[in-house]
């Protein structure tokens, strides 16, 4: 088993044991929509009380984690022996509740978990801007049959990022034409 699906399974049944909601972003929920090819981190969007961070973190430290620093975010873990880094962030406002209600699951070898939408991921990167603006709209492109756009525009707008967004899906689809 490589380092990514031992990282996953480990996590995932921790996550999972606990019923805690989360969703794992960035390259890995790129690579699962086929628009990345390399997991060099992982990173981990969660809703956790501050008892549920703390017996995350001391889990993790457990199985050979180590932090810098406890109290910002997002906290990243690096493991002695090596592997993908993990980027731990706490849900903190609507949007994040938001994706993590419109996961969907996915499977990487034999290891099933949760990745955003599509819409979620676009909007993620459309509020990021610059470079992720390219990304977003590679997944526009592919996708755009398959999303909610009555969610995107209205997420969108509540994220005050709609003209961003427009702009993007422009040039998307004068890219496809």
């Known amino acids: 088993m490589d380092e990514l699906s031992a990282l996953l399974r480990l996590l995932t049944r921790y996550l999972d044991d606990k019923e805690l909601f989360y969703v794992f972003t960035g390259e890995l929920a790129l690579r699962m929509l086929g628009t990345a090819s390399e997991v060099g981190s992982v990173e981990l969007l969660a809703n956790l009380t501050s008892d549920e961070r703390a017996r995350l973190l001391n889990f993790l430290q457990q199985e050979g984690f180590q932090t ?8 990243e873990l690096r493991r002695k022996g090596g592997g993908p880094v993990l980027r731990l962030r706490l849900a903190g406002s609507a949007a994040d509740m938001s994706t ?7 499977t990487l070898g034999y290891v099933n978990f949760f990745i955003p939408s599509y819409e979620d991921l676009i909007l ?11 990304t977003c709209g590679r997944i526009y492109s592919r996708y755009r049959n398959y999303l909610d756009m009555e969610y995107l525009v209205l997420a969108a707008r509540e994220r005050g990022v709609y003209g961003r967004f427009i702009k993007m899906k422009i040039r998307a689809e004068r890219k496809n034409a």
């Open 124 to 134: 993620k990167y459309v509020q990021e801007g610059g470079d992720g603006l390219r």
């Open 100 to 106: 993590i209600g419109r996961r969907v699951p996915a």
């Open 68 to 75: 810098g620093s406890r109290w910002r975010g997002p906290i």
